[in-house]
Nanobody
Framework: QVQLVESGGGLVQAGGSLTLSCAPS????????MAWFRQAPGKEREFVAR????????KYKDFVKGRFAISRDIAKSTVYLQMSSLKVEDTAVYYC???????????????WGQGTQVTVSS
């Protein structure tokens, strides 16, 4: 059974940094596109970043490009989202997702974590 468990969320001041982790079980991350999505209160879930199974391709939402970095550690079977220069508008629940397609659309993903809250204070 596939499970994705996110961790690392919390409260951070604007301009600060935070790293989220996604530890899947039941799948091999190099066989999947791994992605991060987020959902702010009252808004639809939106794409943040993704990394291909080979790790040769990464894609980012325009608003986070240059501030966020997605990466993976095969030995630890973990995917990360390194966030820096955080803004208040980055406040959201962040979700880890895994899918078989190279996509930035949430409906293309097969497996989801429970989400971890990131709150950026001014």
């Amino acid at each position: 059974q596939v499970q994705l468990v996110e961790s690392g969320g919390g409260l951070v001041q604007a301009g600060g940094s935070l790293t989220l982790s996604c530890a899947p079980s039941g799948l091999t991350i190099s066989w999947y596109t791994m992605a991060w999505f987020r959902q702010a209160p009252g808004k639809e879930r939106e794409f943040v970043a993704r990394i291909s199974g080979s790790a040769r391709i990464t894609k980012y939402k325009d608003f986070v490009k240059g501030r966020f970095a997605i990466s993976r550690d095969i030995a630890k079977s973990t995917v990360y989202l390194q966030m820096s220069s955080l803004k208040v508008e980055d406040t959201a629940v962040y979700y880890c997702a895994a899918g078989s397609k190279a996509s930035s659309e949430d409906y293309e993903y097969d497996y989801w974590g429970q989400g971890t809250q990131v709150t950026v204070s001014s």
